[in-house]
Every structure is written in C-alpha cells, then in structure tokens.
C-alpha cells in the first residue's frame, strides 16, 4: 500500500496536469509537472500493517493532576430518544495526547495550526526498557541515541524518535505508572534535555514521544525538555502504547489529533505503519 502522503503527492501532480489541459497552457505543462513528480520520488513508503500506538482513553486512565482525564454523561439514550450521544469533559493531556508548542510558550503553535504533513512521519524507537527497570526515573540519554543509530544509520529526517521504556505495561496500576511517592513525588522515566537538545541541534526530528506521563522524567521540577522542545516549534507525545509492537526503524507514524481550535494539544489516535 501507498502512504497518504505518496498518493496525494500523485494526485496532486495530476491535477496540475488536468489544470493545465487548456490549449493556451499545453506548452507550460512538461515544466510544471516536472518538479512535483520528481518530489514525489522520495516520499514512496510502503506498509503491510498498522499498529494501534493509543491506550484506551477512560475516567480511570492515571493523569498528572490526579483528577480523572474525561468524565462522559449520558445526555441521550437510544431507547428513551432514539440515539445515543454523551457530552465530554476533558482534561487536553490526558491519555495518549499530543503537546502543542502553544503548551510551553507564548506564542507557538496551538493545534489546529499544526500542518497535517508533519503529523505523519517515520518513526524511530528507542529501547531503553532494560535501564527503566533498574531505575524508574531513567532519563533517555545521548548514547541511547548513539547506539540506535550504530545499528540502525543516521535518524531520518523530519521524524519522531520514541522512547519505549516498558511504562506502557503499568498502565492499569496508577501507583506504579505514577511512581507516586509519599512525598507526592513523580517517578517514571523521561528524556535527558542534553539528549533533547542534540536532537533539535545536529538531527532533524519533528516529534518526541514517551510512553510515560512526560517527556521530563518524573521527578522534575523544571521541565527542561518541555521548555525547549516546545517552543521550537516540535511536537511532543505522552502515554504512547504498544512501542514493544513496532520495529526500530522503518515504520511510520500517523497522528490523529483533533482539530480544536487554539487547543494547546489533546488526545490522538496514534497509528503506526509497519
Ligand atoms: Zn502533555
């Protein structure tokens, strides 16, 4: 199968072709069309299956403020009106959620403004889950990134690098997600701001992902991945499920994310492309 992005790279050549079918524009039309095809060349991935990277989203999911995520209410049953529909309330990082750059900064994007072309893009995986179960507040480091890349080359451009730290597996036990302590401290692992910042410096990756409840790791104070990340621009995902499914490297990952206007992020359905 073509990725979206392939086919609309196809069909967007091809109806500039449609477009410049008129008599006066023929001679434009070997220029024009050109360019786009050959675009389109490098965007070609294939994929055989797809991999559900999205908890089930529920009142009962942990969050970070200890208050339930989502509360449904009944407003119309099938029986009684001939429908069933629910009202939501919900918190916007709650679940498996997108952070907008709008979220850490003044003026980043919220996020119906981010484009829909940075939401799909290849997905690389790194599997720290031997050191997360020695050390519950492990941070993803700079040699994690260094030995995903000896074995699987250079990380591609414009993707998202994903920590897969075995988190995903608690998710049914709020004291163990958490890590709450009787202090109220946080203890889940998290990505080094050293390794953050190398990946905004000398790599070019659009997202970070975490299957824990931040990208700073439980104990912070200070949110250093947050407030740099952020507010350059990328996007951050939380509470990511099923990373121990995909491969390394190769696959490709989809973002649903609503689009709520002046949202500062929220619940996605995350889809891989294996
Ligand atoms: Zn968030």
Known sequence: MCVPGCQEAVRHALSRRGFF???AAASFAATAVAPDLALA???VRQFTTTVDLTHVMSAAFPTFFGVPGIEMEKKFDLKKDGFNLYWWRIVEH?????D???HFSESGATAEKIPADTLVVPL???DVTAKAAQNPDYLLRREDLAAWEKKHRRLPDNCCVAMHSGWAKHVGD???FTGKDSAGVFHFPGVDPAAAEWLMKERKVLGLAVDTLSLDNGPSKDFKVH???LPSGRWGLENVANLDKVPPSGATLVVGLAKVKDATGGPARLIALV
């Open 94 to 98: 709650a679940g498996t959620h997108l």
């Open 21 to 23: 079918k008129g008599a």
């Open 41 to 43: 060349k490098p965007t």
């Open 174 to 176: 709020a004291a163990k």
């Open 100 to 102: 907008a750059p709008i």
């Open 227 to 229: 407030y740099a990340w």
């Open 124 to 126: 690389a995986v790194v």
